[in-house]
């Protein structure tokens, strides 16, 4: 198994429900680095509460970040690549201006939001930056955004189908993404790879989301947490445990950490 690289979900993959990394996970990802596998985060976080992470677990490769709309460098941290989305802003705003709908925007200076809730009170605390802005988003003035977040509190539907002709829609239970036509992990992944110079069949990734679809069924290697949804199982060439459960270094230990000590 002539594997060279590995990139891994944080939620729900990577992390806790509670955010932590734990020892075991920390220590399977260190066993990969020492044996030369480059190993990757990709996430739909944003930059900010992805490189937390990206120090704890000693990395210094690039992060794909925000559904793969954002690669960042490793060390300094610059958006080497970004790729907004182009939309209607004015009638993005008009459908999910009802009250129950909250609207991120996740934009190169920051995160625009209608309203501040647990998950973005969690991502302060964890990044140490706050919302750029809160409020009517029409009068929010962003130049660009990289993905919007739409939570709805139910699994995007009719929706989410409003946005199909102007860019790509990810459904959610608790609500869709939307970034622009053509952006995924995998694309991202793709670019990175070819400026490391290593193929996509040496390429092990490891996520539990339909966003991570794309990158479970074309890289070398998919492999499915037990938390994932049965769509995400079946993209996907193996199956591992739960994340709290520790699924992801049971992957590593017994399929790439063993077979370099044969």
């Known amino acids: 198994m002539n594997i060279k690289a590995m990139f891994i979900d944080m939620d ?4 806790t429900g509670a955010n932590k990394i734990t020892r075991r996970n920390a220590k399977a990802v260190s066993a990969l680095m020492e044996r030369n596998i480059n190993v990757f985060l990709a996430t739909g976080r944003q930059f900010e509460i992805t490189q937390p992470y990206h120090r704890i677990l000693g990395l210094n490769t690039p992060m794909v970040c925000l559904n793969g709309a954002s690669v960042h460098d490793g060390v300094t941290g610059y958006a080497v690549q970004t790729k907004p989305v182009k939309l209607d802003r004015e009638r993005l705003h008009h459908l999910t201006g009802d009250d129950p709908c909250n609207v991120l925007v996740h934009a190169p200076d920051g995160l625009y939001c209608k309203r501040v809730n647990a998950e973005i009170e969690e991502w302060t605390r964890e990044g140490r930056v706050p919302p750029r802005y809160v409020g009517d988003l029409s009068k929010a003035g962003y130049k ?3 993905k919007y977040s739409i939570r709805t509190g139910a699994p995007g539907s009719s929706v989410s189908m409003l946005f199909e002709d102007e860019a790509d829609v990810i459904d959610w239970d608790d609500g869709f993404e939307i970034v622009a036509r053509g952006v995924s992990k995998w694309s ?3 670019s990175v790879l070819e400026k490391y110079g290593i193929a996509p069949e040496e390429t092990v990734t490891i996520g539990d989301g339909p ?3 794309q990158m479970l069924s074309h890289a070398g290697i998919g492999v499915a947490m037990g938390n994932a949804a049965p769509a ?3 993209s996907a060439d193996l199956v591992t445990s739960h994340h709290e459960q520790e699924g992801l270094a049971d992957f590593i230990e017994h399929y ?7």
């Open 188 to 190: 991202a992944i793709q």
């Open 232 to 234: 995400v199982k079946a």
């Open 211 to 213: 966003n991570d679809i």
């Open 256 to 262: 790439l950490v063993s077979s370099y000590a044969l």
């Open 12 to 15: 729900g993959t990577l992390l």
């Open 144 to 146: 660009d955004a990289l």
